[in-house]
């Protein structure tokens, strides 16, 4: 059975930091860009960053430099390290797969993704 299960979610303190994990079973993480993704309530999901197969990465521009993507391909395991976080990052939020290298115009898309996880909630509040 293929699955993603996203985990590492909580309350913070506005610039405190979270590491979410998202593990993956029944297929390998080597062959797929994973991409991270958010819902805040009320509004659209939106692509996050992106990690390539190569250890390449793209992250939108409101995360960038505070928000770092990892993997372990040992444990089929891909990591979002998130620093200085704000109320707006606030939100439930997936990993999924894709075949296609990650890109900006890739990571503004849903449709391409596949294999969601159930999610896990992060809320940013003093």
């Known amino acids: 059975q293929v699955q993603f299960v996203e985990s590492g979610g909580g309350l913070v303190q506005p610039g405190g930091s979270l590491r979410l994990s998202c593990a993956a079973s029944?297929?390998?993480?080597?062959?797929?860009?994973i991409g991270w993704f958010r819902q805040a309530p009320g509004k659209e999901r939106e692509g996050v960053s992106c990690s390539n197969w190569d250890g390449s990465s793209y992250h939108i521009d409101s995360v960038k430099g505070r928000f770092t993507i990892s993997r372990d391909n040992a444990k089929n395991t891909i990591h979002l390290q998130m620093n200085s976080l704000k109320p707006e990052d606030t939100a439930v939020y997936f990993c999924?797969?894709?075949?296609?290298?990650?890109?900006?115009?890739?990571?503004?898309?849903?449709?391409?993704?596949?294999?969601w996880g159930q999610g896990t909630q992060v809320t940013v509040s003093s």
């Open positions: 999924a797969t894709d075949l296609a290298v990650c890109s900006r115009v890739r990571l503004s898309r849903l449709d391409p993704w596949g294999n």
């Open positions: 029944g297929f390998t993480l080597d062959y797929y860009s």
